[in-house]
């Protein structure tokens, strides 16, 4: 407590982001410090584990020195430790959770477990105070797609999900088959700003009639086997039609599935989660489809789109306020599903 503030500490090190952010009363940002390994994994073209882990490890002590000098405050005056136990990379998680239990036991501060994805969607708590449970989230990312119902802070429905590849795992791939390298999603995204949307019909998949899961092996297939043909043929291949193409199929896709869930669910509006609601085209696919139904758009800031440490301060600080405490036999779990009731696991 500082000032009368309830004061949240956030932990992230699911994948290839060290990340520490300090929040008040859940919403006020005090500091958010992003660590990004990206420059390292660029040279593998994705995520590489092990090394991860090892920088993880390297870093965390100083992103955690970081945030409680940026946010000015001493670890005494920290209310709770929330840390992403899962899901995610085992070796990073475990960095994440031991430094975590670690600064909880020599402290005496709390410890709550966030699911990864339930913080990427409470993230929309911490610049929307008009959102409340229960609502209907989008959540898109490098791992995931999902359309969730938030029930309350602690229980989550899923309506539907991929079924092979999350959307931010297609565009990364289409982006290294473009040649844009990694990580591809905002390459995609920029390169598609000077392309033609309409120049290639990619296929489209929504399986079985009202059908709310999703499918994009086959869209990025698609663009795999355009370029191949394209170069057999000795045809020259305009990369921004390209990535402009594919990007309108997957959002037209991601958009009509979620205003069915909409009139399915009757809520009044979409909160939009994950590194891939960064893409503009997809914030203004979403933006104009919800205006035009007189429904509302809820979507983090790009900085708290992508893993960062204050959405995983806004779900503990939800968790907290519950009373869902950890002990310091939390683990780490890198399948955790959405809809497990994290807390209940280490009782
Ligand atoms: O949520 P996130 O940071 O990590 C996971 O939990 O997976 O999402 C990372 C994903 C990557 O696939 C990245 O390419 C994608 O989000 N991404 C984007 C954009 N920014 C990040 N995809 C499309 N357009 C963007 N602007
Ligand atoms: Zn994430």
Redesign the pocket.
Known sequence: MKDGKHITMGIES??DETAIAVLADGREILSNVISSQIEIHKEYGGVVPEIASRHHLNNIPFVFQKALREANLGLTEVDEIGVTAGPGLAGALLMGTAFAKAVSAASGVPLVGVH?IQA?ILANTIEHPDLEPPFLSLVV????THLIEVLGYNEFKILGATRDD?V??A??KVARVIGLGY????K??KLAKEGDPHAIEFKRVYLEKDSLDFSFSGTKTGVINYLHSAQQRGEEVKAADVAASFQQAVIDVIVDKAMWALERTGYAGLAAA???A???ALRAALAAALGSRGKKLWIPSPIL???NGAMVAAAAYRKARLGLFATDRLDCFPGLNIETQLYKLDE
């Open positions: 699911s994948c990864h990427h990312s490098g791992g995931h999350a931010g795992e565009y990364d990580p591809g999603g905002p995609v995204d994950g590194g891939v960064c893409n503009s789109c992508t893993d």
